[in-house]
């Protein structure tokens, strides 16, 4: 029987086991919606391209399945650009569609068409552009096979109208032929070796762990090799959830804004176990002085990662959790070390974070603690970008995988509500808190329509400073209290709330932040958004001022 | 310093923009690139000379290994290998000096492949050195106009690009 070209794909979703798909219609892609039409797949209509991206987006990361979003040629195209460089920068697994022009009109500057392929070369894990309705099979096969596996990431398929309406007979693909493409597994047994003789030696090891020890779903092997040799281990704003905060080795997250004992313990230690992270500026702040006792263990599953940022002398290449149970095969027990744990307890006691608790105007970082207690330490938290985000990783004690959702290395504002959505839809039975700043949740405020229309109880916490507060924040830090373009008003949040059918709250009062949260956490059918004021000039601290050391840490 | 990459890529549109885009965004720097079928015609070869240091290198073959169509990439810097690049020079070329030019034509094995009212066209191929040299040369005859393919490199015995790998069978 033969089959149009969009019947074709979404056939190739379901045998792909997608069930989810967030997108917005248009012109070019009024034979997939039509086959939309008929299908099981269930599609969220969205209300911005860039929110279909950033749900897909926080979709994958809460589930770990891949997520799938859908754009109109030309500007719904181009609206998904960001979203697409967000997910390539965290290595989230997504499959983008695009409409495009029809094949014979490709290059004329027909209406809407963007060269999205084009664009999209340096964002995406790899790209298409199908020209022959035979090859959509085995495209889509492709797509969902590059997103998943090795180091996952964003694939997009720009699909011209003529090729979505041109009937053949579906043909099976086979599995993914792709000779360029063989990721790597197991680690080198040799390696292993070397590492687990270099953590038997030392004395002073941390590890850090990234996204891909959550990507990989190696938070047990890490917590295992961990508790083997009693090693401490601290995190990446993106390795959040990996390992239990509360555990008594966690030492929160390092880097700029990192806990001051995860800090001093890298800055100390001799043998320093990367695992799944990459060493981002934000993570080293200076490179040449990050570590500057250490032997460096990396584990990565993508080879181009070791020896970027800093030179490697273990280099342990594959798939993360595979090679943490490796090693932990390696490692005889016995190996717990005394002195230095006792020595990072002591930092922990001495040197917590810590903000103003007696103060009588709302502190942002009370607001999170809060958010922490009402939920019972159960929620998805997904935020926007700046100190609102910083707050939100320092104060929530992650003890689960994929309950972070953030944007870590393209710092997307107007990821967090989008996201949240996503989130919310892949796992139905959790609270999903989005931690919001009042600038942030502007960018892609209109998916709360969205959030309504789906009935979907999510909740968003804006720390409302009316500023764009992480700018100010350097603004007075860095460029004498000049204040240029950073103050920022906002709509009555209560009014915006209802207008769109959800749930507005505002509150004050340090002692109404509890009430508040507990009220919406009976919600159930609809979002609710709390104006939290917060103290306008709350800073994040600790920081280590970017290009600086420990040394120019900013304490207080 | 120099090094010389060859490159084996899936002959699909794009992949020149892929590895061409690779190179500007990360900022390393192409002294020259040649790219053309090989003996099967699913895959296209490159020859990139990179002039980098031994880090970035490393940087540059794994970025390259990472593109999905990017089937194999070697550094044949240090190997045996034959290169070659085919230059073509328009010099002037009144009778005056054909002569002198045909001599220096003669030592490098090149060729004068046209001849015009007042020019001449000389093509010549070789390795950097004698490319570099036969330019030298030819300088104080004026040269107008220069073209140059870049380097390609093919590596000697029974060594192949593709290495033991059955990947390009
Ligand atoms: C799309 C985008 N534009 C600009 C920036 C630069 N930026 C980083 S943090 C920030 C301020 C964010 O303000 P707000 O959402 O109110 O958060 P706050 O820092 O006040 O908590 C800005 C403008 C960005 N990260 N993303
Ligand atoms: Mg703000």
């Known amino acids: 029987m033969k089959q149009k070209g969009a019947q074709i794909l979404t056939k190739c979703l379901e045998e792909e086991n997608v069930d989810t798909i967030f997108g917005y219609p248009g012109g070019a892609v009024l034979d997939i919606y039509d086959a939309l039409y008929d299908s099981p797949l269930k599609h969220y209509l969205v209300r911005h391209e860039q929110g279909a991206a950033h749900a897909a987006d926080g979709y994958a990361r809460a589930t770990g399945k891949p997520g799938v979003c859908i754009a109109t040629s030309g500007p719904g195209a181009t609206n998904l650009v960001t979203g697409l460089a967000n997910a390539y920068m965290d290595s989230v697994p997504l499959v983008a569609f695009t409409g495009q022009v029809a094949t014979d009109m490709l290059g004329r500057d027909s209406f809407q068409e963007a060269d999205i392929y084009g664009i999209t070369l340096p964002i995406t894990k790899h790209n298409y552009l199908v020209k022959s309705v035979s090859e959509l099979p085995r495209v889509i096969r492709e797509s969902f096979y590059l997103a998943t596996t090795g180091r996952p990431g964003p694939v997009l398929i720009d699909l011209p109208k003529d090729v979505c309406q041109k009937r053949v007979a579906l043909s099976h693909p086979q599995s993914p032929q792709l000779r360029g493409y063989c990721p790597v597994q197991e680690g080198a047994s040799r390696m292993i070796g070397e590492a687990a003789a270099a953590i038997a030696a030392s004395k002073k090891p941390v590890i850090c762990a990234g996204g891909g020890a959550i990507i990989s779903g190696g938070s047990e092997a890490l917590r295992e090799l961990a508790e083997l040799c009693a090693i401490p281990v601290a995190t990446t704003l993106m390795g959040k959830g990996a390992f239990p905060e509360n555990h008594p080795l966690a030492l929160g997250m390092i880097g700029m804004h990192g806990t001051r004992y995860a800090n001093y313990a890298v800055n100390e230690c001799d043998l320093l176990i990367a695992v799944g992270a990459r060493f981002s500026d934000r993570v080293t702040v200076k490179v040449e002085a990050f570590a500057p006792e250490a032997r460096i263990i990396h584990l990565d599953i993508d080879p181009a990662e070791i020896g970027k940022n800093v030179p490697v002398d273990i280099p342990l290449i594959g798939d993360v959790r595979l090679v943490l149970e490796q090693l932990c095969r390696q490692i005889q027990g016995g190996n717990e070390k005394e002195e230095w744990p006792a020595r990072i307890r002591a930092w922990k006691e001495k040197y917590p974070l810590k903000y103003d608790r007696k103060s009588e105007t709302i502190k942002p970082q009370f607001v999170v603690e809060q958010i922490d207690e009402a939920t019972g330490g159960k929620a998805i938290i997904t935020t926007e970008v700046g100190q609102n985000q910083m707050w939100a990783a320092q104060f929530f004690t992650f003890t689960r995988p994929r309950t972070f959702i953030t944007s870590g290395g393209l710092g997307t504002m107007g990821f967090g509500l989008p996201a949240a959505i996503g989130a919310q839809i892949g796992r139905p039975g959790e609270t999903v808190f989005n931690i919001a700043g009042d600038g942030s949740i502007q960018m892609n405020i209109q998916e709360l329509a969205t959030a309504v229309d789906y009935r979907l109880p999510l909740k968003i916490a804006v720390l409302n400073n009316s500023y764009l507060g992480m700018v100010r924040q350097w603004q007075d830090i860095f460029y004498e209290g000049r204040l240029a373009y950073t103050e920022i008003g906002g709509p009555d949040y209560i009014k915006l709330a209802e207008a769109y059918g959800a749930v507005g709250m505002r509150v004050t009062k340090p002692a109404e932040v509890r009430r508040a949260l507990d009220e919406a956490m009976q919600i159930k059918d609809r979002p609710v958004l709390i104006d939290f004021i917060v103290d306008r000039k709350e800073n994040v601290l600790p920081m280590i001022p970017p290009g600086g050391t420990i040394k120019k840490m900013l304490k207080e | ?169």
């Open chain 2, 1 to 169: 310093m120099f090094r010389t990459l060859t490159v084996l890529v899936e002959n699909n549109p794009g992949v020149l923009t892929r590895v061409a885009s690779l190179f500007s965004r990360r900022g390393y720097n192409i002294d020259s690139l040649a790219v053309g079928q090989t003996e099967n015609p699913t895959i296209s070869r490159m020859t990139i000379v990179v002039e980098e240091d031994d880090k970035v290198i490393e940087q540059v073959t794994k970025q390259l290994d990472k593109l999905v169509d990017v089937i194999k990439v070697n550094d044949i810097t240090d190997e045996e290998y034959v290169g070659r690049e085919l230059i073509l020079i328009k010099t002037d070329g009144d009778p005056s000096v054909r002569g002198e030019i045909m001599q220096i034509v003669e030592i490098f094995r090149a060729r004068i492949v046209d001849i015009g009212q007042s020019s001449l066209i000389i093509e010549a191929t070789g390795d950097e050195g004698k490319i570099r040299a036969i330019i030298e040369a030819l300088k104080p005859f004026h040269i107008r106009e220069l073209v140059r393919t870049g380097k390609i490199a093919i590596q000697r015995g029974s060594r192949s690009a593709a290495g033991k790998s059955k990947a390009t069978e």
